[in-house]
């Protein structure tokens, strides 16, 4: 009777910066919980937030830096973490990757190396993406490469809130053309060096340092009344233009401006937990603009729809107000030292 031949060996996994994450069982952080207001915010902020407690850190900590987001005259600022305060709190760097082979080599060096790739990828290929852009359209967005494997043509990535695979056609579609002198450019790509200094002892202080800091680059003018000086010219547009540039806008507008201040809340949110006194008030309204964010974007369709800026003109003044309110509290409550900041 001829021998039956042993089963082969599990092929041993690919490196990873965190070899214990799994798609499969991967938990997103409470900050990516459906009962936020805005459980996705952009995906550099949201895969820095689950990169950083993957990591063991608090992500809430980095957050004070959305208090100087501005209406920049055709968008909200687009709120990424500074790599300063990533450095001061947890001791990473971010840092361009320079691209000059096959991407995937990159990639997989980097990965080798401890370093997590941060490179924009098409969102047509990206699974997690499923019922939006998956298969329907093409958007630039940046990933995070946790474990690369050329030769199952498998990719491990963070994106948006959580940690998700790609392999097969999608791998070698975004993978493949990727070398020199087959595109007229090469991706944006960077790395996260873990470890180039030490974590902030007392997170707490050091974010309340940064708070203040943020505070003192707060913007001169009330953000949403510099916006609501272009509501005319962004309905018309938005009332001739096609349903797709109503997406395109809102992310770039609404989205931004709510998820920042949810973000916001948040951080003064864990501040107070921590012990802070004084905060509530300007939680509550950083709170409240994450959520009037939310109803305005049905609103703002409307009013396109009828091309009448008068009906979000109100709800316009509402955030206003509460910007108002929120930067009293933080000034009465550090704006001295905030101030003396800016000045040196």
């Known amino acids: 009777m001829p021998a039956v031949p042993e089963p082969a060996a599990p092929r041993p996994l690919a490196p990873a910066v965190f070899p214990g994450l799994d798609p499969a069982t991967h938990r997103c952080h409470a900050l990516h919980g459906p009962e936020r207001a805005w459980p996705d915010t952009n995906c550099y902020v949201d895969l ?115 940690l998700f695979r790609l392999e097969g056609d999608d791998y070698d579609a975004l993978l493949k053309p990727y070398r020199p002198g087959d595109l007229p450019l090469l991706p944006y790509a960077e790395i996260i060096k873990f470890d180039v200094g030490p974590p902030a002892a007392d997170p707490v202080a050091t974010a309340r340092v940064l708070l203040a800091e943020h505070l003192a680059r707060r913007p001169r003018r009330n953000p949403f009344r510099a916006w609501a000086d272009e509501l005319g010219r962004d309905t018309e547009a938005l009332a001739r233009r096609p349903e797709a540039y109503f997406h395109a806008y809102a992310f770039n507008v609404l989205r931004q401006f709510g998820a920042n201040f949810g973000c916001l809340q948040a951080h003064l949110a864990w501040l107070s937990e921590a012990g802070e006194t004084g905060l509530a008030p300007a939680e509550a309204a950083a709170d409240a603009i994450a959520q009037e964010a939310k109803l305005l974007q049905f609103q703002l369709a409307r009013a396109a729809a009828r091309n009448k800026v008068a009906e979000v003109g109100t709800a316009v003044e509402r955030l206003a107000v509460h910007h108002d309110a929120l930067m009293a509290t933080l000034l009465q409550h550090d704006g001295p030292a905030a101030d003396r900041r800016l000045a040196a």
């Open 48 to 162: 820095l937030v689950e990169v950083l407690a993957a990591r063991g850190f608090e992500p809430r900590a980095a957050l004070g830096f959305t208090l100087a987001q501005d209406y920049e005259g055709d968008h909200f600022t687009f709120f990424k973490m500074p790599a300063a305060d990533l450095v001061r709190l947890y001791g990473l760097e971010i840092l361009e990757l320079a691209l000059y082979d096959d991407l995937e080599a990159h990639l997989a060096t980097q990965v080798r190396r401890g370093r997590l790739p941060l490179v924009e990828l098409d969102s047509f290929h990206l699974p997690d993406t499923r019922g939006v852009s998956y298969g329907r359209s093409h958007a630039k967005t940046t990933v995070g490469v946790n474990r690369i494997d050329p030769e199952a043509r498998r990719l491990d990535y963070f994106h948006n809130a959580g």
